[in-house]
T-cell receptor, first 115, second 114 residues
Framework: DTGVSQDPRHKITKRGQNVTFRCDPI?????LYWYRQTLGQGPEFLTY????????KSRLLSDRFSAERPKGSFSTLEIQRTEQGDSAMYLC?????????????FGPGTRLTVL | TQLLEQSPQFLSIQEGENLTVYCNSS?????LQWYRQEPGEGPVLLVT?????EVKKLKRLTFQFGDARKDSSLHITAAQPGDTGLYLC??????????????FGKGTKLSVKP
């Protein structure tokens, strides 16, 4: 198993453009999470899926952000009309079905820079 | 609101020294994870602690979960340059059996000099 993968690893865009990131969780992990991390901070929760259902969304997830997990496998995070404040590392994590603990395994992240 | 406070924020030590990093909260967590993160990469899981008072060892790293499940510590013995990185603690607060998000501290940036 290759772990959680994210694509692209880096994205540079101009303010006002739309961007989409993809996350492939560890195979058979039914829970998938998105976080955002800015410089000098720990990751902050954005949203969480169990299979294809989006069960929780943070107040950080403004209406310009949308996330999907259509078949309960990979997920996409789209940011519309990007702003400079959206510049951050976007992290995806997954967790196995029936896990006793809350352990989450993270991908390498997508670094977004909005010019 | 910062629910998890990590200290120190920065730590620079010489190879061979011992160190302890603390993670404190006024909230109770159902479990707590420690991660290490390199620049430009995602956090890599080191350990999960679940039971109050639990102690786990991973080679030169010793992790402890407080009896009340509100705090944790990470102790590194004989630090090596390869231990350099950002150490993050993250707590989970589950309600009704569902598995939600992790709450992270700001991290401790460790530098071990040869």
């Amino acid at each position: 198993d290759t772990g959680v993968s994210q694509d692209p690893r880096h994205k540079i865009t101009k303010r006002g453009q739309n961007v989409t990131f993809r996350c492939d969780p560890i195979s058979e992990h039914n829970r998938l999470y998105w976080y955002r991390q800015t410089l000098g901070q720990g990751p902050e929760f954005l949203t969480y899926f169990q299979n294809e259902a989006q069960l929780e969304k943070s107040r950080l997830l403004s209406d310009r952000f949308s996330a999907e997990r259509p078949k309960g496998s990979f997920s996409t995070l789209e940011i519309q009309r990007t702003e400079q404040g959206d510049s951050a590392m976007y992290l995806c994590a997954s967790s196995p079905k029936g896990a006793i603990s809350d352990t989450q395994y993270f991908g390498p992240g997508t670094r977004l820079t909005v010019l | 609101t910062q629910l998890l406070e990590q200290s120190p924020q920065f730590l620079s030590i010489q190879e061979g020294e011992n160190l302890t990093v603390y993670c404190n909260s006024s909230s109770v967590f159902s479990s707590l994870q420690w991660y290490r993160q390199e620049p430009g990469e995602g956090p890599v899981l080191l350990v999960t602690v679940v039971t109050g008072g639990e102690v786990k060892k991973l080679k030169r790293l010793t992790f402890q979960f407080g009896d009340a499940r509100k705090d944790s510590s990470l102790h590194i013995t004989a630090a090596q340059p390869g231990d350099t990185g950002l150490y993050l603690c993250a707590g989970a607060q589950n309600y009704g059996g569902s598995q939600g998000n992790l709450i992270f501290g700001k991290g401790t940036k460790l530098s071990v000099k040869p």
